[in-house]
């Protein structure tokens, strides 16, 4: 007859047995670690909880040096809601990280602006090879698409075209076709640099005087936590519209709410006193040389609950110009 075992000896058994980890768990999770980033990179599987965020930022110092050594020299701190999160990666133009560009101009801008559509579509001929880029204008009734994403930028400058200079071009407000515009990201491969130039007078008078104000304007504000979801920097140039009427206070108006888009997307809004600008060239010299600096940052949220998830990004380099988004809603 077999003896069993004693009972001290039993019962440490049973807790060993209970203790140990389950080699299908630990076979998963070593599967999970292991996982590639899409670039041949291996990189640990996020935790339940918590997801990667990407959002698209801007470095430039004052003492002048290629984009790349900027984003490799600095360390670059991250906090979300106050909280330090962990820099997964970072993709900019010099790793070849690819540029989607949106262009939209508001139809019924002052004919003046139509002197400018030559230095658009050179300014699109010099992308990087590899941009997707799209146009369409910001008009009455709907948004028109004259050229859907494609990385034929001859093909993109060509489907440029005056704008009406019409009021009856006029649209709804140029918040609601920027945000339909925005949908259209849906389809560009994650890790890839997203901006739009928008050429817009930015005013929004649908709901009457006060939706002008950049505080008040409900598109506007639709419009911000559409780009922030999908990590596009919105870059705006002022253009008065026909029969505008020059009213300072909705000039101001305006203005500001171009300048509160770009500032809380991670762009940025030019502006030449409050008339239309003489030339469009200082403006596109400048946003090409912020295209060629700006680099797709990602990180690790910690933070899994639903709403608004503010942003911060510090340098440790006291003279660097950081721009990136304020933060961004989780629904």
């Given at each position: ?8 000896l039993t019962l440490l058994l049973l807790l060993a047995l209970a ?313």
């Amino acid at each position: 007859m077999k003896k069993g075992l004693p009972p001290g000896l039993t019962l440490l058994l049973l807790l060993a047995l209970a203790c140990a980890p389950n080699s299908h768990a630990v076979a998963r999770a070593s599967a999970g670690a292991q996982k590639g980033d899409g670039n041949g990179a291996r990189r640990p599987e996020a935790p339940r909880g918590v997801r990667p965020v990407t959002i698209p930022v801007t470095l430039r110092l004052r003492e002048e040096r290629p984009s790349s050594e900027e984003v490799r020299t600095l360390n670059l701190v991250v906090t979300e809601d106050g909280e330090r999160q962990e820099i997964l990666s970072t993709r900019s133009a010099a790793d070849r990280a690819p540029l989607a560009l949106t262009l939209l101009i508001q139809d019924d801008v002052v004919s003046s602006i139509g002197l400018e559509i030559s230095g658009l579509a050179n300014f699109i001929r010099r992308l990087p090879q590899g941009s997707l880029v799209q146009v369409g204008y910001l008009r009455a009734g709907s948004l028109q698409m004259r050229q859907k994403f494609t990385i034929d930028l001859e093909r993109a400058a060509k489907s440029l075209r005056v704008p009406v200079g019409s009021a009856s071009a006029a649209p709804y407000n140029p918040y609601v076709q920027i945000y339909d515009a925005l949908k259209r990201y849906g389809g560009v491969p994650l890790g890839t640099r997203r901006a739009v130039l928008v050429i817009s007078d930015g005013l929004d008078l649908s709901r009457g005087f006060d939706s002008s104000s950049p505080g008040q304007s409900t598109d506007l504000e639709r419009t911000v936590s559409e780009a922030q979801r999908r990590s596009v920097a919105i870059y705006g140039i002022y253009a008065p519209t026909v029969g505008s009427g020059g009213n300072t206070t909705l000039v101001s108006n305006a203005q500001g709410s171009l300048a509160r888009l770009a500032q809380e997307t991670g762009g940025k809004a030019f502006f030449q006193g409050t008339g239309a600008p003489v030339s469009f060239d200082p403006f596109l010299r400048q946003l090409s040389d912020r295209l060629s600096r700006q680099f797709a940052l990602t990180y690790l949220s910690t933070h899994e609950n639903r709403g608004f998830h503010r942003i911060k990004i510090d340098a440790t380099e006291t003279d660097a110009e950081v721009n990136h988004p304020s933060g961004y809603t989780r629904k």
